[in-house]
């Protein structure tokens, strides 16, 4: 059997929430905490609630990052040349500090079946592809000859990587294209990209590395390389993820944007700031929340599924448009006490500001995204075909330790 047909046989696969009585144990993927004796059993359970005093841990270590940020006087320098830090980032790691992303084929098949014989032509970009990890896994498993793969990164130093490697000097089927290039350029794409040629972007834990002035110039870049209909698929870091939690003093730049030691920032994103950054609004009342089956991945760096997924309107239904910034804060407002458990009890003092949106001591929405981005095109870009939370809870059993870990994800259609 081929790699390809070894992944279309994963990614169609799904689990029971449930788990059978009658299995010694679940597979991977429904694994759900029934009992706290059986916590160190396993590696990983699915959707287990915080403990109580998760509320007061987040308050704690969120107040500690306060009382110590960052000087204002050296928030610049790290701002300044963000590829650079990646670049002693990546010479340092090579291309050994990421495992391949094998489960991108899982979480979404759309990747897959570009890959097939029959897709035609197809073309996928990934953006920010640091070492190829995720380009990779696709194009060994290619058949498609017509299938055109594009790897991006402003790291000189990765791309260099992926350039090096014996798959992409020699691919199987199919063509490779890696090149230098940073997704908030000002009105330029990769100069073998023209606008609107683009099937499929893939955002891994890109979005978290970049200012969140830049977002704006990132997401027109990616609506302008993508064809009409054309799918971004999205990961990256949740709201009061462990790492979040773990940061020390000296490492807050602003609310939920962090500078780690080998100086790479990273932020913390909430799904109402994801569907703001992709669709001008946050989620609608017509979109739900599912919890039925999950998808089986393949290794330790991405045990994760899909456990509270945000299903698209109906055909009929179309996603909400606004005539102003006014409805969107008007939304957001309207929906705001659905979120409130959303923060933690530390941080539910909240005042109305003069726009009428209740603010917290901790911003669960980004200023940047209630006023229109410099120079973007006109909202919405994009509606939402999924979009979900990903929540985990981790054990060291060697260690008796317990870890929580908030990812989201997305599929974002081009309008």
């Not at 790691?93 to 979404?108: G, P, T, V």
């Not at 003069?354 to 410099?374: A, K, M």
Request: with cysteine.
């Amino acid at each position: 059997m081929s790699d390809v047909e070894d992944l279309t046989t994963t990614a169609k696969k799904t689990t029971s929430s449930v788990h059978d009585v009658a299995a010694d144990k679940p597979p991977f993927g429904s694994r759900f905490l029934t009992e706290e004796a059986d916590v160190w059993s396993q590696n990983a359970w699915d959707h287990v609630p915080p403990p109580d005093d998760q509320d007061e841990t987040i308050a704690k270590s969120l107040e500690k990052q306060r009382l110590a940020p960052v000087p204002q006087e050296e928030k610049g320098k790290y701002n300044e040349k963000p590829a650079r830090h990646w670049d002693n980032f990546y010479k340092n790691n090579a291309s050994n500090f990421f495992r391949n992303r094998k489960w991108l084929h899982n979480e979404f098949p759309e990747l897959v079946a570009a890959a097939q014989p029959e897709a035609g032509p197809m073309a996928i970009a990934e953006i920010g592809c640091g070492a190829g990890n995720s380009v990779f896994p696709l194009l060994s498993a290619n058949t498609n000859p017509k299938l055109s793969l594009h790897a991006y990164d402003y790291s000189n130093h990765a791309v260099k990587l992926v350039q090096n490697d014996p798959l992409y000097k020699n691919p199987p089927t199919g063509t490779i294209h890696a090149a230098v290039w940073d997704v908030t350029s000002a009105n330029e794409l990769p100069e073998d990209v023209q606008p609107g040629t683009i099937d499929i972007v893939i955002l891994v834990f890109v979005m978290s590395a970049l200012h969140p002035d830049e977002w704006g110039r990132a997401i027109s870049n990616i609506h302008k390389m993508l064809k009409p209909g054309g799918l971004a698929v999205f990961r990256d870091y949740g709201r009061y993820d462990l790492t979040q939690l773990r940061f020390k003093g000296g490492r807050l730049l602003d609310d939920n944007f962090y500078i780690r030691g080998d100086k790479t920032r990273v932020y913390f994103f909430e799904l109402d700031e994801l569907a703001l950054l992709f669709t001008g609004s946050v989620v609608s009342p017509t979109q739900k929340t599912t919890d039925t089956t999950s998808q089986v991945l393949e290794d330790a760096d991405s045990e994760s599924r899909m456990g509270e997924l945000i299903s698209s309107p109906a055909p009929d239904s179309p996603a909400p448009e606004f005539d102003s910034l006014g409805d969107v804060l008007t939304s957001i407002e309207t929906q705001s006490t659905s979120h409130a458990s959303e923060v933690p009890d530390g941080d539910q003092n909240s005042t109305p500001t003069d726009s009428g949106i209740h603010s917290t001591s901790t911003t669960r929405i980004h200023p940047n995204l209630l006023s229109p981005f410099p120079g973007c095109p006109l909202y919405p870009l994009f509606s939402i075909e999924q979009l979900g939370v990903d929540r985990r809870l981790l054990i060291n059993r060697k260690r008796q330790l317990k870890m929580y870990r908030v990812w989201m994800q997305g599929k974002f259609r081009k309008r």
